[in-house]
């Protein structure tokens, strides 16, 4: 059996999220900065992360 992530390694993939989410409490508000976000990165591929905030951004 192979671990997880030698797996990965095989494959090339760096960085793997699943409905990864980032939520913010601002007074009684929830502000859901990401949500959901599934991502497969893989070595030498340019990835470009935009938003229409910066916080979006800064906490990727």
Same mark, same amino acid.
């Given at each position: 059996?192979?671990?997880? /992530? #030698?797996?990965?390694?095989?494959?090339?993939?760096?960085?793997?999220?699943?409905?990864?989410?980032?939520?913010?409490?601002? /007074?009684?508000? #929830?502000?859901?900065?990401?949500? /959901?976000?599934?991502? #497969?990165?893989?070595? /030498?591929?340019y990835?470009?992360?935009?938003?229409?905030?910066?916080?979006?951004?800064?906490?990727?």
């Amino acid at each position: 059996m192979v671990a997880k /992530g #030698e797996e990965l390694r095989r494959q090339g993939i760096v960085i793997r999220t699943f409905d990864l989410k980032k939520t913010y409490i601002m /007074g009684d508000q #929830e502000i859901n900065a990401v949500n /959901g976000v599934d991502i #497969e990165i893989k070595r /030498g591929e340019y990835v470009a992360i935009m938003g229409a905030s910066d916080v979006t951004r800064v906490i990727l």
